[in-house]
């Protein structure tokens, strides 16, 4: 009875895998539609990337079929947001190929070494950290929610997915038999993911990144116009 239901949960732990996967479609279609890279959390996706990586690497090598699997369209999709990304930047033109050809060169080439050459348990341990940086990088979009008092900086779809995510295998890793592997990164995830929630709905936006540029536009004229002023009195100080 157990077996049966760690296989029905084990769909759902898939379900919610594939889910955080797609989650990042909607900061691409923005990024589409702005041509501005300030939304796209980078850190979260190009750790994301390496996570996934590594976990199929280490997948292969156990010859365990769905840690690879469901580990493989997440790569392809962080992939592809960091190339999206990568041909949004604002680089010279030899600059912005020479990186969209080395990110996937990169992959193939810790792909050949690790799978060929590491030990599986040194590349789980590794999967492992990875996936514990991939759940703490969102910190970083905490912190300027925080200081702009604005949540725009946090995508909340992908928060959910996150927090769906890592509830999800967090009491997956418990009802293991307390595999640490699972609950340690995931453990960790669930509550950045809870704070990243709280920060956005107390920090809820009023106004859209566009408006919070002009503010800063004419805040910084502002300043402008008043070291000109206090240049000019000065000036008239001095002539006196």
């Given at each position: 009875m157990a077996a049966?239901?760690?296989?029905?949960y084990?769909?759902?732990v898939?379900v919610?895998t594939l889910?955080?996967?797609?989650a990042?479609?909607?900061?691409?279609?923005?990024l589409?539609?702005s041509?501005d890279v300030?939304q796209?959390p980078?850190?979260?996706?190009m750790l994301s990337?390496?996570n996934c990586l590594?976990w199929?690497?280490y997948?292969?090598?156990?010859n365990?079929?769905?840690?690879?699997?469901?580990?493989?369209?997440g790569?392809?999709?962080?992939f592809?947001?960091?190339?999206?990304?990568l041909f949004?930047?604002?680089?010279k033109r030899y600059?912005l190929?020479?990186?969209?050809?080395?990110l996937p060169?990169?992959?193939?080439?810790?792909f050949f070494?690790f799978?060929n050459?590491?030990?599986?348990?040194?590349?789980g341990y590794?999967?492992?950290?990875?996936?514990?940086?991939?759940?703490?990088?969102p910190?970083?979009?905490?912190?300027h929610v925080v200081?702009?008092?604005?949540?725009?900086y946090i995508?909340?779809w992908?928060a959910?997915?996150?927090f769906?995510n890592?509830?999800v295998?967090?009491i997956?890793?418990?009802?293991l038999?307390?595999?640490?592997?699972i609950?340690?990164?995931?453990g960790?995830?669930f509550?950045?993911s809870?704070?990243?929630?709280?920060?956005w709905?107390k920090?809820?936006?009023?106004t859209?990144y566009?408006?919070i540029q002009?503010?800063?536009?004419v805040?910084?004229?502002?300043v402008?116009?008043r070291?000109?002023?206090?240049?000019?009195l000065?000036?008239?100080n001095?002539?006196?």
């Open positions: 049966i239901f760690l296989d029905y084990g769909v759902l898939y919610a889910l955080l996967w797609i990042p479609i909607k900061s691409m279609v923005n589409y539609k041509n300030w796209v980078y850190n979260f996706y990337m390496i590594f199929i690497i997948g292969l090598q156990i365990i079929w769905p840690i690879w699997a469901v580990n493989i369209p790569f392809l999709s962080f592809c947001c960091m190339e999206l990304y949004f930047h604002k680089m600059e190929v020479f990186m969209i050809i080395a060169l990169k992959a193939c080439f810790i070494i799978y050459y590491v030990d599986s348990n040194i590349n590794i999967a492992m950290i990875a996936n514990i940086f991939m759940y703490t990088a910190v970083e979009s905490i912190y200081v702009a008092k604005n949540n725009i995508e909340l992908l959910l997915a996150v769906l890592t509830s295998y967090f997956y890793g418990l009802l038999k307390d595999n640490w592997d609950i340690i990164p995931n960790i995830g509550f950045v809870i704070a990243q929630l709280i920060v709905y920090y809820r936006a009023t859209d566009e408006t002009k503010t800063d536009s805040d910084s004229v502002e402008v116009e070291e000109n002023e206090l240049n000019d000065n000036e008239i001095t002539s006196i």
